[in-house]
């Protein structure tokens, strides 16, 4: 089956620096979507970004279909950044299929 | 509801006793899925409906494990004669049409077995 991605597993910072997290995939996906799992489990969805590029406020999502890769880009991070970021994806089939994902820690 | 909704949110099962877990999905989605997440992993899926019909139950670990979904709204996940390596937190989601972009996750069961 498809084999999903990512790194850095681990990423702390420092409220204010931005950073970029990356999701590889093994196989052709219709359908790629971002995560934010807050420090109380609740899973959050980010982006639907199956390819190009999205932005909302602090965040943006680009997918290269082609080269089997997207990257999420957080800007100025905020303590309520911390988390969990997955990307999920859709293949031939119903299911969403999750990454190893990259937690996040922001200090003040 | 606004959202979906899953209980308990906490369930601490004695080994061998039999759980249900609920889904409330969001009122009109066509797709149900249950996930399940170990301490430290991602979601890993267990089954999906489309409405009332399960049409894969791939990522069930064993047949103690048993969803339902008969009205094509509320879900339940049975677990029966729990072992310890069930311990974990359970996820439904839901989305509006097949293979859409918009999941909605509740919040999760987190079950334990002692």
């Known amino acids: 089956g498809i084999q999903v991605e990512q790194s850095p597993p681990d990423l702390i910072l420092q409220e204010g620096a931005n950073s970029t997290l990356r999701c590889n995939f093994s196989d052709s996906v219709n359908n790629l979507q971002w995560f934010h799992q807050n420090p109380w489990g609740q899973l959050i969805n980010l982006f639907y970004?199956?390819?190009g590029t999205k932005q909302n406020g602090r965040l943006s999502a680009t997918t290269v279909a082609t080269e089997r890769y997207s990257l999420l880009y957080i800007s100025s991070s905020q303590t309520t950044d911390s988390g969990v970021y997955f990307c999920a994806v859709l293949a031939d089939t119903d299911k969403l299929i999750f990454g190893t994902g990259t937690r996040l820690q922001v200090f003040p | 509801g606004a959202g979906v909704s899953q209980s308990p949110r906490y369930k601490v099962a004695k080994r061998g006793q039999d759980v249900a877990l609920r889904c409330d999905p969001i009122s009109g989605h066509v797709s149900l899925f249950w996930y399940q997440q170990a301490l430290g992993q991602g979601p890993e899926f267990l089954t999906y409906f489309q409405n009332e019909a399960q049409l894969d139950k791939s990522g069930l670990p064993s047949d103690r494990f048993f969803a339902e979904r008969p009205e094509g709204s509320v879900s339940t996940l049975k677990i029966q004669r729990t072992q310890q390596e069930d311990s974990a937190v359970y996820l439904c989601?839901?989305?509006?049409?097949?293979?859409?972009?918009?999941?909605?996750f509740g919040s999760g069961t987190r079950l334990t077995v002692v």
């Open positions: 970004i199956p390819s």
């Open positions: 989601a839901s989305s509006l049409v097949p293979r859409g972009f918009g999941y909605t």
